[in-house]
């Protein structure tokens, strides 16, 4: 079959590219897949970027279908809810369910982005270039110029999906060529990233827990690894007075860190080196339209709508643009002029609400998570979904162990808001009905 058809490129070999090179060749096309950096599987890792991920059931049902989610469970350590850090007393654990018996997975970018490089790879028809940097496209004619360190190359294909990332040159030259429309909305928060290693040979943390440091306008999250370390992400602003420029000698590092974070610094030795030489990363939305053009040049993945870190789906959501791509090519006898329009009208509006949702996330990690008052709604909640099994499920619930769409799953969770309110009004109503009656018949016998 791939003999038949024209060759497909993809612009970008990282976790939704390498995935969607896999798809593509399943279905028998022939694919290149571009990267303009070099091999990730023979380089060493950027120090600082190494950013954990949370692979879920949305990432698990795209891995199940091209054999490769038992591969990678394997080196995945399952989280089956938050560890809150006060800053005074012991820390406590909030479940991710009713029951308690799921988790999200913490698991290395970079070994999920080899295991899926050598996936695609593995499979007749795919052929990979690194170092092959795109500076050119002609979105009318598929033809693409690469910068690469023997010079300027050109290549041609009959479709280029672009999954290169938030910073997507393919987005870049859709954008130059004035067919669409960007805005990338930055968060005044940055990331920089610590280390825990092991104590003793084994976990300083409980390993089944994704560990949070709410701090009000800034927290600090754990996911640990299969090395027995842990991945600490700082979130704090990027300006002001408790920005991370404010802290700029290691006696500064060291007594902010005792003040706000005073379990930490006796399990990181390496803490102020990683302060001060870890880079600050950047965090925001994109959004764009259209997502493609002329059904022959698409993207997808961050290209097309990356979102803030804060629910854990930026690479689940990734993964599922590519299940429903393949779904599409399906349902249109792989007729990309149909396909790729049909992709982006059933893919937009979920990218949106997840976006949305992330957002949201970020302000209950960071303020509402050590509040009694939030720990009593989510206990209340869990009663809810023992109580109505099917029919009450929590919105982390939808989101993280279900493929419920992400705007339905905003829209199931408002029709659960009003009819529980609802219930509530009721019962509250009788309940001041039957105090009042009883009220009266007491007046009434005094009389």
């Not at 593509?24 to 120090?47: C, I, K, N, Q, S």
């Not at 390993?207 to 992400?233: K, Q, V, Y």
Request: glycine share 10%.
């Amino acid at each position: 079959m791939s003999e038949q058809r024209a060759e497909v490129a993809v612009v970008g070999a990282g976790l939704a590219g390498c995935l969607l090179a896999a798809f593509l060749a399943r279905r028998g096309y022939p694919v290149a897949l571009y990267e303009r950096r070099p091999d990730p599987r023979t380089g060493a890792v950027e120090r600082g970027r190494s950013i954990n991920l949370a692979l879920s059931e949305r990432g698990l049902d795209a891995l199940r279908r091209i054999g490769l989610d038992e591969q990678v469970l394997a080196d995945a350590l399952p989280m089956r809810g938050r560890m809150i850090h006060p800053v005074a007393g012991e820390p406590q654990f909030q479940s991710y369910s009713a029951a308690g018996d799921r988790a999200i997975n913490s698991i290395s970018r970079g070994a999920l982005n080899n295991a899926l490089l050598n996936a695609a790879a593995a499979l007749p028809g795919v052929r990979i270039a690194f170092d092959h940097r795109l500076v050119g496209l002609d979105p009318a004619t598929g033809e693409m110029t690469f910068e690469t360190p023997q010079g300027k190359v050109n290549e041609t294909a009959s479709v280029v999906l672009g999954a290169d990332g938030a910073g997507s040159a393919v987005r870049g030259q859709l954008l130059g060529h004035g067919l669409l429309r960007e805005s990338v909305d930055f968060l005044d928060y940055g990331y920089k990233e610590l280390t825990i290693p092991p104590l003793g040979g084994d976990f300083a943390l409980d390993p089944e827990a994704l560990h949070i440091w709410p701090r009000g306008t800034s927290m600090m999250i754990a996911l640990p690894n299969p090395d027995r370390s842990f991945t600490c992400t700082l979130f704090w602003p990027t300006h002001g007075t408790a920005a991370f420029a404010s802290l700029g000698s290691p006696a500064a590092i060291e007594r902010h860190f005792a003040q706000h974070y005073p379990d930490l610094p006796p399990l990181a030795p390496n803490l102020v080196d990683d302060y001060q030489h870890n880079p600050v990363g950047v965090l925001g939305t994109v959004r764009c339209d259209p997502w493609q053009v002329n059904g022959t040049v698409a993207l997808l993945g961050d290209a097309a709508h990356a979102i803030v870190p804060f629910y854990g789906q930026g690479a689940n959501c990734a993964f599922e643009d590519v299940v429903e791509l393949d779904r599409c090519l399906d349902e249109c006898a792989d007729d990309w002029s149909a396909a790729l329009p049909l992709y982006q009208r059933r893919r937009q509006d979920n990218a949106e609400a997840i976006a949305q949702m992330a957002l949201a996330n970020f302000v209950e990690m960071r303020d509402k998570v050590a509040s009694p008052l939030f720990q009593l709604g989510r206990r209340v909640e869990h009663a809810l979904e023992r109580a109505l099994p099917g029919r009450y499920v929590s919105r982390y619930e939808m989101v993280s162990f279900s493929t419920t769409p992400y705007a339905e799953v905003r829209r199931r969770v408002r029709r659960q808001h009003r009819t529980v309110g609802a219930v509530a009004a009721g019962a509250v109503l009788l309940l001041a009905g039957a105090v009042g009656s009883v009220l009266g018949g007491r007046r009434g016998r005094r009389r």
